[in-house]
């Protein structure tokens, strides 16, 4: 007999109407406000052990010898495993096989997982891993990524060298000449600090051993079969002996694009023969998963006097820490959208991500064109500056349109104009003044820590413009799966949908629903949990599945619709003069039978970066949103209050406006994060501040009002032509707010998160 | 030791608790009621927000032994059966959850304001909720539900 969880994810009836266009219930509503869903920390079986990782103190060492001896024999302990007890290949990774399943001889980021115990209670499991005996030979880490990508003398981090990727982009004439012919030239240097996804659900899962030897595995992922493909050959199984369900997911934003306790589970499962359960407390969350790539970009921009740009020369240079993740695509989206929509006669953009000891960095929200972001905007700021032209005057005069190249000759196509999404922006109602008496003190910098009446407090305004690619880029070859179900259920047609495409919040699974109702005209649909028994449906992420499994959905339906009016057509002896009517008829037309169809979705074919030049028509979608900041900056101290973000976003199509401004909203607060408080601080590889007590996220008294005004300029490649929504926001609020803070502190703050030192010249 | 303790009404015994175990463990793992959420363990987020005699803590941040003889609310208990508290109903219609993983604090969060304070106006709703973190929503959507379900009980109590 296989073994259930106590609490599983099942299946979901959504609403009875609603389709495409509307803004309908999440079918998981309910269970999420009442405490019922199933998250993947959640899940309990009787019997089950805990598992506990130990990791290392160290960001470089070797590894003399591990002792787990002690650990073994302490009460309540029932395995203990190190390197050698990875029954399969040892090691796993996104895009590069380069990181151990658990360190051998060597560790080369703090926290790095060096041995798992399991025992009956986690405190236990806790004790018994504090006495595993490691032997380390500490080594100096290697920590500026400048000089490990340049400097030959510097030791190396993996054997083959301290780059993992360099891909320059060159866009029309000569970078130099064009120097030569500018009127106004300026350069800054830039630096964005370490972010972290911040997930609120903590890596967990649970993994049974099934009685053929295989695993059964509940876990929180946004792509399940990249997980299964990296870690059946781990475990050294076949990928049908690696059975997988999507457990409720606490939120993702590219941290569980790698492994983090699948592989380790599974392998406590396997030698124990019973359950384990991983939870990661938030410290060990903290080294759990990888970050946004910290960044030093170097840029320099040249326009004539009348206000037009010459040239942009850009360095970007990303920290990617001690193993590869997927800083290669990183790379890649931060070189191509390194200079923003913008049209530019001379582009060079050299773009590295580095192996250090630092913190292992990968995808996050916005994946590299959110450091480049950054800079870009400004750069746009600095030069309007220089010229003395208006911020927004001057970013629509050389605002990239349809039909215009971006650095890597890709043109714009079927998108809002950029300029005209700015002049909306600006003619966007501006916030009250602040009324210099009577005003509250919680609406202030500083709140209702009662720092200012309004004495040293100044406004300030600012604007930031994105661009986002949409799908994943540079040639892969990008898919989702679904199967779609039709059968008459209790008298009701009723319409099962099944993919194994990760809900991490997002509101995917309510949109599903939508699209089935809308193709196939039924009210009653359930959405299957997600599992490996159906196709890969891709990666959560890239803000692709309203594309990509909306996309495979939809032609599932289709393909469930036309054999519904064969069907009718067979027994009716005519075709069925609509939609409705072959629904209407469905019960006896279909009777006990159903219908059963699974399609494959793949977007039109991209192309790879060109090494050198990096031309190339990379990029599936590409997506813009524009921001306007307004903030109250009390200058003598330091602190910030953002008064309103108004934004601008094309989306192609709403399709769910209520989860689409939730997507707005919420990326727009992950920028602000950025602006103002968020980074992980590394000093010497060791980092500083993991715990929500000094990692800060933005509350509900950090956040403004948000102001949204969202387009629908549709693509006619993407199914209903609709344009994914989920990073752009990400981008563009960042500059935006420390825009803001520039315009009313009149500094030149070229490094976020900006920190009240910054403003108030104490650092 | 042992903890008797009574939670959504209902009278709980746990046997064998540790004395470091918090009231949060104790509910998500020896009570089977994992509603209330552990993001942090250190009183930072919110997550497990619960009643304690009426009054919400963070669960992660009281020890088991404290709530012996104690009366403790979870998000399981805040609706009367099948039918959703407003406060639950608000949240879901008004889109204040995504992954929801903030959701049972904030909605026990909520559900004291809106007990306490009729109509909350926005600055007193931010200060309420400050404590709970959510990372998916920017936090729009929960102020709409707050307010819908404020109205609405205010509605209901005219
Ligand atoms: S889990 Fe208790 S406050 Fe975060
Ligand atoms: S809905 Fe995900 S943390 Fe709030």
Redesign the interface.
């Known amino acids: 007999m296989t073994m259930t969880p106590a609490k599983v994810p099942r299946e979901l009836d959504s609403p009875l109407d609603g389709g495409v266009g509307e803004s309908r219930r999440r079918p998981d509503g309910t269970l999420k406000v009442t405490g019922e869903f199933a998250y993947s920390s959640d899940l309990w079986l009787e019997g089950m052990l805990w598992g506990v990782t130990l990791r290392s103190p160290h960001p470089r060492a070797r590894i003399r010898s591990i002792d787990v001896s002690e650990a073994l024999a302490h009460p309540g302990v029932e395995a203990v495993l190190t390197h050698e007890d990875v029954p399969g290949f040892k090691f796993y990774g996104l895009e590069h096989k380069d990181q151990p399943v658990l360190a051998i001889d060597q560790v080369r980021y703090q926290g790095e997982p060096v041995a798992l115990v399991a025992a009956d209670h986690p405190e236990v499991a806790r004790r018994a891993a504090a006495k595993i005996k490691v032997d380390y030979e500490v080594l100096t880490p290697i920590t500026d990524a400048r000089r490990a990508a340049f400097d030959p003398d510097c030791e190396k981090v993996h054997e083959d060298g301290n780059v993992v990727r360099h891909q320059p982009v060159i866009f029309g004439g000569d970078v130099a000449e064009a120097r030569a012919g500018a009127d106004v030239i300026v350069s800054e240097t830039f630096e964005v600090g370490i972010q972290d996804q911040a997930f609120l659900g903590p890596e967990s899962g649970l993994a049974v051993p099934g009685e053929d030897g295989g695993v059964d595995l509940y876990v929180a992922t946004q792509w399940m079969h990249s997980d299964l493909w990296q870690i059946a050959p781990c475990l050294g199984l076949p990928e049908e002996k690696v059975r997988m369900t999507m457990a409720g997911v606490g939120g993702a934003f590219g941290g569980r694009e790698d492994l983090s306790m699948q592989i380790h589970a599974a392998m406590l499962a396997m030698r124990t023969g019973k359950p384990v359960k991983i939870v990661y407390n938030r410290e060990e969350s903290f080294f759990g998963h990888v970050h946004r790539h910290p960044a030093r970009m170097r840029y320099e921009y040249g326009a004539t006097r009348d206000g037009k740009l010459v040239f942009a020369e850009a360095e970007i240079i990303l920290d990617g820490g001690a193993y590869a993740s997927s800083t290669p695509n990183v790379v890649g989206n931060a070189a191509s959208l390194g200079v923003g929509p913008y049209k530019i006669p001379s582009i060079r953009v050299d773009a590295y991500g580095v192996y250090t000891n630092n913190p292992p960095c990968g995808a996050m929200r916005g994946f590299g064109a959110v450091q480049a972001c950054f800079a870009y905007e400004s750069m746009m700021d600095r030069m309007a500056a220089a010229l003395g032209l208006d911020p927004v005057t001057f970013r629509q005069i050389n605002a990239a349109h349809p039909g215009d190249a971006l650095a890597t000759g890709q043109v714009l196509e079927h998108m809002a104009p950029l300029a005209e999404m700015l002049g909306r922006l600006k003619a966007m109602p501006m916030p009250p003044e602040r009324d210099a008496a009577g005003h509250d003190l919680r609406e202030l910098p500083g709140g209702v820590s009662n720092t200012t009446h309004g004495e040293g407090v100044r406004r300030g305004v600012g604007y930031g413009v994105g661009i986002k690619n949409i799908c994943f880029s540079e040639g892969f070859d990008d898919y989702s799966t679904a199967r779609v179900r039709l059968s008459i259920i209790g008298g009701e047609p009723t319409v099962l949908v099944h993919t194994s495409a990760a809900e991490v919040g997002q509101g995917l699974v309510t949109l599903k629903a939508q699209i089935a109702r809308s193709e196939l005209g039924v009210r009653r649909v359930t959405i299957a949990p997600a599992d490996n028994q159906v196709g890969s449906a891709g990666s959560s992420s890239a803000s692709r599945q309203s594309y990509m499994t909306g996309g495979a959905v939809k032609v599932a339906c289709e393909a469930v619709r036309e054999r519904m009016f064969k069907l009718f057509e067979e027994r009716l002896g005519r075709p069925p003069a609509s939609l409705a009517e072959a629904v209407e008829h469905l019960p006896e037309v279909l009777g006990d039978e159903v219908i059963d169809e699974t399609r494959e979705f793949h977007h039109h074919r991209t192309e790879r970066m060109d090494p050198v030049t990096g031309q190339a028509n990379s990029h599936t979608q590409l997506a813009i949103c524009v921001h306007r900041a307004v903030v109250d900056v009390d200058v003598e101290l330091g602190l910030v209050k953002v008064v309103e973000l108004a934004a601008v976003q094309d989306v192609g199509k709403i399709m769910n406006p209520l989860s689409l401004e939730g997507q707005i909203h919420g990326g727009t607060a992950q920028g602000l994060g950025l602006a103002l408080m968020e980074e992980i601080v590394v000093a010497d590889g060791k980092v500083r501040n993991p715990s929500f007590t000094d990692y800060l996220i933005p509350t509900i008294l950090d956040m403004p009002p948000m102001r949204l005004d969202i387009l629908e300029y549709a693509d006619p490649r993407a199914p209903y032509g609709l344009r994914g929504a989920g990073e752009p926001p990400t981008l563009s609020s960042t500059p935006a707010i420390v825009a803001a803070i520039r315009d009313a502190s009149g500094l030149a703050l070229t490094r976020v998160p900006v920190r009240p030192e910054h403003i108030a010249g104490s650092s | 030791m042992r903890v008797n303790f009574t939670v959504n009404g209902v009278e709980q015994t746990a046997d064998d608790v540790?004395e470091?175990e918090s009231l949060l463990y104790v509910l998500?793992?020896r009570v089977?009621?994992?509603?209330?959420?552990?993001?942090?363990?250190?009183g930072?987020?919110g997550?497990c927000t619960v009643y304690l005699d009426g009054t919400p803590v963070c669960a992660c941040l009281v020890a088991a032994g404290q709530a012996e003889g104690r009366e403790v609310r979870?998000?399981?208990g805040?609706?009367d059966g099948e039918r959703?508290d407003p406060i639950?109903?608000a949240?879901?219609?008004?889109?204040a959850?995504?992954?929801?993983?903030?959701?049972?604090g904030l909605?026990v969060q909520a559900h004291d304001l809106i007990e306490r304070v009729p109509e909350p106006s926005d600055?007193e709703?931010?200060?309420a909720?400050?404590?709970?973190?959510?990372?998916?929503?920017?936090?729009?959507?929960?102020?709409d539900a707050v307010r819908l379900a404020a109205a609405r009980k205010a509605e209901a109590g005219r």
Request: aromatic fraction near 6%.
């Open positions: 540790w470091g998500r793992e089977g009621l994992p509603g209330s959420k552990n993001a942090c363990e250190q930072e987020c997550s979870t998000v399981e805040l609706a959703l639950q109903e949240f879901v219609e008004c889109g959850v995504q992954c929801g993983f903030c959701t049972p909605l600055p709703i931010r200060e909720l400050a404590g709970n973190l959510c990372r998916c929503t920017g936090y729009e959507k929960i102020l």
